[in-house]
């Protein structure tokens, strides 16, 4: 497995040989990323929970490419879901070598005015603070802890993290989703230096500005709408991040509205503390 050479019209090079999971593949970001991936080589086992339907016409589209989707529902916070998807993978592919965390629940399952009317955090229900984390920390976790194995036999591997913005992160009334998006960038920073010098990197990926997904609320102005990012824009650093280009690149955050065909060292998580004891 190369993945270096020339072959993406968004990215310059190809992953032919590549095999990637994206989590979240029905629609979105998920669903943008996983035909990126497809479009470029890659063979790719796209996953969700629910839009069924979505997911199997996902695969047909990703079909008409250089390589190929395989339609897999399973539930990111169900171990057993996930160690089921990543055998998919190796069974059908022969491998794994890339992993895209991107399944995530919003704001939008607090209110549908989340973007107007921000909810104070005692006025969050119980369960759907449990669900929003459950899917947004846990469930990277479970598919991450899945993956690794065949990565580290492979010798080579990529986690790929979608995250967010520090702005949105501190937003009020965004919790619980700030604060489960604040999690994955400490889990991205740890996985990190966990799997250093195994050939495996973990690096967070975020649009860089609000976009239009499915986490927008249906009643979002179309004025506005119209200016948000569109979720192609995801795909052309997740190539780079996916090839051979990026060997060495771990424990960093990319903004994608930001990428000109090489990243920006930022590190995941906050910043570092210069002085003592803060």
């Known amino acids: 497995m190369d993945g270096t050479d020339d072959g993406a019209e968004s990215a310059g090079f190809s992953l032919d040989g590549v095999v990637a999971i ?7 970001l998920g669903r943008a990323m996983a035909l990126g991936l497809a479009r470029a080589g890659a063979r790719v086992v796209a996953t969700a929970s629910r839009q069924i339907a979505q997911l199997g016409s996902l695969a047909r589209e990703g079909g008409s490419g250089a390589g190929e989707i395989v339609a897999a529902p399973g539930d990111v916070t169900v171990a057993a879901d996930c160690e089921r998807i ?34 104070r955090f005692w006025e969050v229900e119980p369960d759907t603070w449990r669900m929003i984390v459950d899917t947004n920390v846990n469930g990277p976790f479970l598919m991450a802890r899945a993956a690794v194995p065949p990565m580290l036999a492979a010798g080579w ?6 995250s967010m913005s520090y702005e949105t992160m501190r937003r009020r009334g965004f919790s619980p989703y700030g604060p489960s998006k604040a999690a994955l960038e400490s889990e991205t920073v740890i996985w990190a230096q966990d799997l250093a010098e195994t050939g495996i990197t973990v690096n967070a990926l975020l649009p860089g500005g609000a976009t239009d997904t499915g986490m927008i609320p249906d009643g979002f102005p179309s004025e506005q709408r119209a200016r948000l990012l569109k979720p192609q824009i995801m795909v052309p650093p997740l190539l780079w991040l996916a090839s051979r280009r990026s060997d060495g690149f771990t424990g960093h955050r990319i903004a994608a509205a930001e990428w000109s065909g090489a990243p920006a060292r930022d590190q995941a998580g906050w910043p570092p503390v210069q002085s003592a004891g803060r």
């Open 86 to 119: 990543v055998s998919l993978a190796v069974e059908r592919f022969g491998g794994l070598h890339v992993l895209v965390n991107n399944a995530g629940r919003g704001m939008k399952y607090v209110s549908q005015e989340f973007m107007t009317a921000p909810t």
């Open 22 to 28: 994206v989590t979240g593949g029905a629609s979105g």
């Open 157 to 162: 591997g990529r986690i790929v993290n979608i």
